[in-house]
């Protein structure tokens, strides 16, 4: 897949700006939605409860902004992919090593980002800001994906 134009990283980087204006909250919802339109990946989260009053729980807020600060770390190292891919291996490592979370529920949380992103942006988010965003979710599942194939089991 084709890296990042810089027309893609400014889209990128304005959308984000707009999600990470306030990070736990949007983390939050992400987790959330993670859970009602992908509850086979509750089963990953053991930490963290899945049922209930999530909107109050603090656990939750907590991991939902942990999600956002490590994408945040991404999108700022755009420019540098080699530190992104880096940020993305331990990502991947604990993930798969620790968790035991299948690289595809890596695609499940990418979709609801893309749709909370729509949804904070409304009519903003234009379809060349959506491509680039799939751009950049094809370029992180791309990396995962070889993270997990490359890291054995510790």
């Known amino acids: 897949m084709a890296l990042l134009t ?13 999600l990470f204006e306030n990070p736990e909250e949007n983390g939050k919802t992400i987790v959330i939605r993670l859970f ?4 086979e990946t509750k089963a990953y989260f053991k930490t963290i409860p899945t049922e209930g009053n999530l909107q ?14 490590a994408l945040n770390q991404v999108v700022e190292n755009l420019n540098n992919w080699k530190q992104a891919c880096r940020i993305l291996d331990r990502l991947a490592d604990k993930h ?41 979710f094809g370029l992180l599942s791309e990396q995962i994906n070889a993270s997990y194939m490359s890291t054995s089991k510790s």
């Open 96 to 136: 798969k090593n620790v968790h035991q979370v299948p690289a595809v529920n890596f695609q499940s949380i990418f979709q609801v980002i893309l749709n909370l992103c729509k949804e904070l942006l409304g009519n903003e988010f234009s379809t060349e800001v959506s491509l680039s965003w799939e751009k950049l």
């Open 6 to 18: 810089d027309a893609d990283k400014k889209n990128i980087q304005r959308v984000w700006a707009k």
């Open 56 to 69: 109050e729980d603090p656990l939750v807020r907590f991991h939902g902004r942990r999600i956002v600060v």
């Open 36 to 39: 009602r339109d992908y509850p």
